[in-house]
């Protein structure tokens, strides 16, 4: 036999099969063979580039947010109970099923990639045209967040499965579950869970019980909807819903889910880190903590290690509590309490904001949420409409002004200002409605800014730890009233050295307030008592305040 007679013998495995079958089967081997090679290549190819990265890193603490005021000093010190990283002897068991039960059921099994999740996603985001679906393991999403692997593509996420499982390979099971709880974002400014813990609790993570570990897992999947300081019921309900996934997998029983889950959730949120971390003033810090908490949620950011310029002025913010508290001391009434906003009127920043004569006393924030009596501090405003409506302001006397003027309407342009009420229409021209002392204050900038009312805000930029930046805030006014109406009503207002002011008292001195404007800035002061009552010597402290309000623009 020649050698062209042996090449084409069949071979004794497919001698049996018809000729169309045993062609399928050296294409299939072919395919195989090319579809190895290939497999082997991208391997090669992403198993490289993942070993580029430093798996040190893996190890790290998030770093926390650095806040900047308007002169670059920095606003917020890290507490020191908050740099220690948790290790898994610190991890209380249940904390640990909880974590199993919601995001990874196979953790202790898998090499870091679930490969059958895996599959099962990337059928359905076929089968949707789009990544809807992740599949992504404890491991996985440790990787992602360690590095910053968050565009979805294909070669983002076999880049995600290489450094996986590295990691896997690198680390044992425990470790990665301490890390992964180091660095996940837990809603509300915590990065971590032993901030979390502390935070939401007021305890080391070690010492939580099975409802909390269950509410912190709970946050996970939606850090900023379901943090419990901004929406309780969902918090609880995500709770629920981790403790009936333990039940799934054996890791509690439904008596003991029922039980939790009867129990209504109860936060013991310490204030402490005011003293630790805050060296500004805490209704400042708080108050800007709230505005970045909506911003971070709107961008849905969960990194850590941001840099935020903020608008306050630590300065402004010291200088206005010395005169606040001279101003006090002075006074004696250990009842009286007290309120004020400074910002630029040209573009909305606010430079300080105070909301209370004692945060540790009461950290309730009367320059953000209290309603107060506006009185005669609502005068120019009735000037602004009359001018508006080109009728003579009766300077001095708000009422008679008013007569003029149809009262709905004065509704309508006090709306304009940025007064939100409630209004009694048929008493609005006698400074019926209430407002916040911010509301205020950004109703007399409109009338500094040539009747545009600006939009308020506390954070200028936000820029991420490669230094770019992903929010910034840009002067957004709104016109309220025309320009000519806005300067001929500060024509009508106390005019001294270049300085606007109007102070003045609410229904017999149950509110005093003086506000000023100069220059770029507008000042608002607020004195009187959380429930309402005529507040003594209000002549000499209406005094006072003026020269202090003048103070601040100056």
Known sequence: MNWKSEQNS???????????????????????????????????????????????????QQQQNVLLDTSGLQLQLTNAKFQDCITQDDLPPHLIDALIAREDTNFQTHCGV??????????????????????????????????????????RKLLEIALTLRIEQHYNKEQIMAFYLNRIYFGSGCYGVEQASQKYFSKPTKDLNISESATLVGIIRGPHIFSPLRNLPAAQEQRDQVLDRMVDIGRLSPAEAKQIEDTPLTLHQSDSESADT???????????????????????????????????????????????????????????????????????????????KSYTHSPFNRALDSKIDLGNAFTPFIYAAALERSK??????????????????????AKRFGFKGPFNSEEIFYGSATCTPLELATAYATLANEGKRPHTYYIQEIKNRQGESIFKNTPSPKPAIQPGSAKATLDLLNNFQGITSHSTTAFGGRALWSMAKSGDLTAVLWLGYDQPEPVPNSSELIRKMRKITHSWVN
Request: net charge neutral; charged share 20%.
């Open 392 to 413: 003579p302001p009766i300077k001095g006397q708000p009422a008679q002004t008013g007569k003029q003027l149809d009262p709905n309407d004065m509704v309508g342009i």
């Open 278 to 356: 805050v060296r500004c003033n805490p209704y400042a810090m708080k108050a800007l903590d709230r505005h970045l908490q909506e911003i971070l949620a709107e961008k849905d950011v969960r990194e850590g290690a941001l840099t935020i310029q903020t608008t306050l002025s630590q300065q402004s913010i010291e200088t206005a509590q010395q005169d606040i508290d001279q101003l006090l001391s002075e006074n004696g009434d250990q009842e009286l309490q007290v309120a004020c906003v400074i910002l630029n009127h040209a573009t909305g920043a606010i430079h300080c904001i105070i909301g209370g």
């Open 114 to 155: 679930d490969f059958k999740g895996l599959i099962r996603a990337t059928l359905r985001n076929i089968k949707d045209m789009s990544f809807t679906q992740g599949a992504s393991t404890l491991s996985m999403q440790l990787a992602r967040n360690t590095y910053d692997i968050r565009a979805k593509s294909i070669d």
């Open 10 to 60: 069949k071979s004794p495995m497919t001698s049996w099969m018809p000729e169309w079958l045993q062609l399928c089967v050296r294409v299939a081997i072919r395919l195989f063979i090319l579809g190895l090679i290939i497999f082997l290549l991208i391997a090669g190819y992403y198993g490289y580039r993942a070993q580029q990265f430093n798996l040190d890193k893996v190890a790290e």
